[in-house]
Antibody, heavy 121, light 111 residues
Framework: EVQLVESGGALVQPGGSLRLSCAAS????????ISWVRQAPGKGLEWVST????????YYADSVKGRFTISRDNSRNTLFLQMNSLRAGDTAVYHC??????????????WGQGTLVTVSS | QSVLTQPPSVSGAPGQRVTISCTGS?????????VHWYQQPPGTAPKLLIY???NRPSGVPDRFYGSKSGTSASLAITGLQAEDEADYYC???????????FGGGTKLTVL
């Protein structure tokens, strides 16, 4: 059974930094591109970032480009999101998401329950 | 403002049929990129409902049907049930943004 478990969410001040983690199990981790998708309280889904299975290629939404960095440790089956220069608009539940198959980067068939990031002074 | 436009809400009585539209542009749906649909009941993570326009993952009832035409896509739900009450999101890829895009979401209320 596929499992994705996020951690690292917290209350942080504007301008601060945070590192999220997503522990994966139940599938061949290094074969899949993995993504972060966020959902602000009471709002819709927003794709944030995706990293290839090897970790060599990454993609970012314009709203986080230059501030967030996605990475992965395939030896530990773990995905990361380093978040810098945080803003109030980054407040959201952050989900990691796995695609349906190795060819479909953005078709998410497995989701973690998410970790809450709150940016406030 | 979402790149893909969905109605904020739809409603229907049990047993009825409802449709949810998803309107994009020539840089996403109109460019031929696939559309996917997700169901999110309150307080839960999203669940893949329809992938690649009209395919259902294992376990999704055939009451859910996806279609795509031009720059738009639709999700139809027939034989509405109380358990269908949830938020529904469409998703595609946008070439001008070089990334995935979601619709703003549609809240389905079963009357």
């Amino acid at each position: 059974e596929v499992q994705l478990v996020e951690s690292g969410g917290a209350l942080v001040q504007p301008g601060g930094s945070l590192r999220l983690s997503c522990a994966a199990s139940g599938f061949t981790f290094n074969s899949y591109a993995i993504s972060w998708v966020r959902q602000a309280p009471g709002k819709g889904l927003e794709w944030v970032s995706t990293i290839s299975g090897s970790g060599g290629t990454s993609y970012y939404a314009d709203s986080v480009k230059g501030r967030f960095t996605i990475s992965r440790d395939n030896s530990r089956n773990t995905l990361f999101l380093q978040m810098n220069s945080l803003r109030a608009g980054d407040t959201a539940v952050y989900h990691c998401a796995k695609p349906l198959d190795t060819t479909a980067r953005f078709t998410f068939d497995s989701w973690g329950q998410g970790t809450l990031v709150t940016v406030s002074s | 403002q979402s790149v893909l436009t969905q109605p904020p809400s739809v409603s229907g009585a049990p047993g009825q049929r409802v449709t949810i539209s998803c309107t994009g542009s020539n840089s996403n749906i109109g460019a031929g990129y696939d559309v996917h649909w997700y169901q999110q009941p309150p307080g839960t993570a999203p669940k893949l409902l329809i992938y690649r326009n009209n395919n259902r993952p294992s376990g999704v009832p055939d009451r859910f049907y996806g279609s795509k035409s031009g720059t738009s896509a639709s999700l139809a739900i027939t034989g509405l049930q109380a358990e269908d009450e949830a938020d529904y999101y469409c998703q595609s890829y946008d070439s001008s943004l070089s990334g995935s895009v979601f619709g703003g979401g549609t809240k389905l209320t079963v009357l």
